[in-house]
């Protein structure tokens, strides 16, 4: 399954910035000339790997015990799928060196290179919900959401091995490098699971800057 960049959303991309009125248009030429520039650096890859559950929640195979409330009644008890996405180093590289000449253009870069990586992970997931059919996909959830511990970031990058097939490596805290890049779990159900998680289940649903516009319908 392939890793695919297809779109670098404008709207996503002022979300992460913080801007809700609508861009001038000049702003608007900047983001989308910025955005090309973004997508030519993009190198996106992906793995995904699919796990029963013990009963104690400990996926099968694996000694990594996904923690939270919110996971449980993500998952259900039921599989799990665990991936990983990035756009490469060279964005980051890009980002930096724009740093250099300026700030402005390199957090418009950030934002965009962020709404980037949602694409391929939104891409990524669509292709596993036709794989996986006619089971349902919940929403994907990624630690340091709700009460998902940020620390179990290192457990999902050991079982996925992305140090490997990514290039992906933590910081002492347990971010990622490159930044541009995401970890989630997704549940998988028999029944509806639209609302079973994501921003809905999100307990800094609330108070959360990305929150999306949608998130009472809880993608």
């Known amino acids: 399954m392939e890793a695919r960049l297809t779109e670098i959303r404008r709207e996503e991309a002022l979300r992460y910035m913080g801007i809700t009125a609508a861009p001038s248009a ?3 030429r900047d983001l ?3 955005a090309e520039t973004v997508a030519a650096a993009a190198r996106p890859k992906a793995v995904w790997r699919l796990f029963e559950t013990e009963e104690d929640g400990t996926l099968k195979g694996t000694n990594f015990r996904p923690e939270g409330e919110d996971v449980r009644r993500l998952t259900g008890g039921g599989p799990v799928i665990l991936m990983a996405a990035t756009l490469g180093a060279e ?9 250099g000449t300026s ?5 418009m870069m950030d934002a965009l290179a962020s709404a980037a990586i ?3 992970c939104d891409n990524l997931c669509c292709d596993l919900a036709r794989e996986m059919a006619p089971r349902r ?7 340091g959401y709700g009460d ?6 290192k457990n999902m990058c050991d079982v996925l091995n992305v140090g490997r097939l990514l290039g992906i490596t933590l ?3 347990g971010l990622m490098i490159p930044q541009k890049s995401v970890t989630a779990l997704i549940g998988l159900t028999e029944t509806d699971g639209e609302k079973a998680g994501g921003c809905a289940a999100c307990a800094m649903r609330d108070r959360c800057l990305y929150r999306r516009e949608d998130a009472e319908d809880g993608r």
């Open 26 to 28: 000049e702003m608007a």
């Open 32 to 34: 989308d000339r910025r």
């Open 91 to 99: 964005v980051e590289r890009l980002i930096l060196r724009t740093e």
């Open 103 to 107: 700030m402005s253009d390199a957090l």
């Open 118 to 120: 949602e694409n391929v």
């Open 137 to 143: 996909l919940t929403p994907r959830f990624s630690p």
């Open 148 to 153: 998902f511990p940020l620390e179990q970031q």
């Open 171 to 173: 910081t002492p805290g």
